[in-house]
């Protein structure tokens, strides 16, 4: 009878364990995706100010207090309990859904991307710009899959200027490789 409550609280202590561990890496998936968020919204600023054209200083600081606040919302609530598991595909979708609905960086939130302010298209660009970085992607890949999936031409001017945006992140080098 001792050996089996000694057995029970073992498996107890592990299946906490785990739990922890699970939670725990799911904390710093979310805040290394915030952080990286938050940088590249930095080093946005930082270049829109250098370009110093018409509105770029309003737009560098609106972009920077973004950043701060960039996707809050994956820390509580249906987001929290479900983005990034795989046990329920329709929870999963739901998470998502509220996710767009609830972030202005997203096309979804403002009925597609033509809709959305440049500096909200600035910070979308953030966004897929540390994705690609999580994801081990190239930028500009990332863009195009996503221009695709927005459906929105490359040449449009809503494309040149959302390219405009990833060539701010780029280093200079890289922003002629196209």
């Known amino acids: ?8 609280a073992s498996a107890d202590s592990t299946a906490d364990e785990v739990q922890r561990l699970r939670f725990k890496d799911k904390l710093q998936e979310a805040l290394r995706h915030l952080k990286n968020v938050h940088a590249a919204c930095e080093l946005m600023a930082l ?6 054209e018409h509105g770029d200083r309003e737009m560098a600081m609106i972009l920077v207090v973004n950043g701060f606040t960039h996707d809050l919302s994956k820390l509580r609530g ?11 595909k329709e ?3 739901l998470a998502v859904k509220q996710h767009q609905a ?7 939130f403002w009925g597609g991307a033509g809709k959305m302010p440049p500096v909200r298209l600035a910070e979308m660009v953030c966004d897929w710009f540390a994705r690609s970085q999580e994801m081990g992607t190239d930028l500009r890949a990332w863009t195009l899959t996503a221009l695709e999936k927005y459906e929105i031409n490359p040449r449009s001017k809503l494309g040149m200027e959302i390219k405009k945006f ?7 080098q890289f922003t002629k490789l196209e």
């Open 1 to 8: 009878m001792v050996e089996e409550k000694k057995k029970e």
């Open 47 to 52: 270049r829109l100010i250098d370009r110093n």
């Open 102 to 108: 609830s972030n202005e960086h997203h096309p979804e």
């Open 91 to 93: 929870k999963l979708l």
């Open 166 to 172: 990833v060539n701010l992140l780029l280093d200079p």
């Open 78 to 88: 249906i987001e929290w309990d479900w983005i990034h598991q795989n046990e329920d």
